[in-house]
């Protein structure tokens, strides 16, 4: 079974507006953290957010929310105000447990901003 | 920058050589992750070190080997590279070992091409 699902493989967005792309997990751990990353053409992975499963309140960083709904095991990033810059790979991200940080990767979501 | 870094930056081989990539963790980090990124995918958990020594291995093949030096520093080792081993290799340092939440700083990659 997947462990990180991202089922949306590109998106589209008008410049200025919101856009949210979506991430399911699959878990047995009750201790967990899920991630987001933007990946540009340049390849170098950037750290967005960060969610801790024992964390009440949705993690926000500048324009970046994470929707975190534990129940039904989704972690969807929101992006507000989006900039032409923000067009890139999106990949969201687990680690599981508390031992080594080991962090499974979603496939990615191709995020376009149309000016 | 996260200021980690990663030398080379490509890197062309054959089937059957040996290539040796390099990592340079940032400052203060003593954990070094490795993660090997085929192409429209997303990056996949080679291993791990924390203070010299291996800390977790995803499901990769022996020929894949690392080091961690005193100073944090990392290499990855692949031996008898087959074609499927082209991909962008990626290392992330983090500041603390097990147990720790702590992002992961990625470097920019090498690019490696197996003809």
């Known amino acids: 079974a997947q462990k990180i699902t991202q089922t949306q493989p590109g998106m589209f967005v008008q410049e200025k507006e919101a856009v949210t792309l979506d991430c399911t997990y699959d878990?047995?751990?009750?201790?967990?953290?899920l991630f987001w990353y933007k990946q540009p053409s340049s390849g170098e992975m950037i750290f967005l957010i960060y969610q801790g499963s024992y964390d009440e309140q949705n993690a926000t960083e500048g324009r970046y929310s994470l929707n975190f709904q534990k129940a039904r095991k989704s972690a969807n990033l929101v992006i507000s105000a989006s900039q032409l810059g923000d067009s890139a790979m999106y990949f969201c991200?687990?680690?599981?447990?508390?031992?080594?940080?080991?962090?499974?990767f979603g496939t990615g979501t191709k995020l376009q901003v149309i000016p | 920058e996260t200021g980690v870094t990663q030398s080379p930056t490509h890197l062309i081989k054959t089937r059957g050589q040996q290539v040796t990539l390099r990592c340079s963790s940032q400052?203060?980090?003593?954990?070094v992750s490795w993660y090997q990124q085929a192409l429209g995918q997303g990056p996949q958990f080679i291993f791990q070190y924390y203070r010299e020594e291996e800390n977790g291995r995803g499901n990769f093949p022996p020929r894949f080997s690392g080091l961690q030096f005193p100073n944090y520093s990392s290499e990855l080792n692949v031996n008898a590279l087959e074609l499927d081993d082209s991909a962008l290799y990626l290392c992330?340092?983090?500041?603390?070992?097990?147990?720790?939440?702590?992002?992961?700083?990625f470097g920019p990659g090498t690019r490696l091409t197996v003809l």
């Open positions: 992330a340092s983090s500041p603390k070992g097990s147990g720790s939440y702590n992002e992961q700083f």
């Open positions: 991200a687990m680690r599981e447990g508390r031992g080594y940080q080991k962090v499974t």
């Open positions: 400052s203060g980090h003593n954990t």
């Open positions: 878990t047995s751990d009750q201790s967990y953290g």
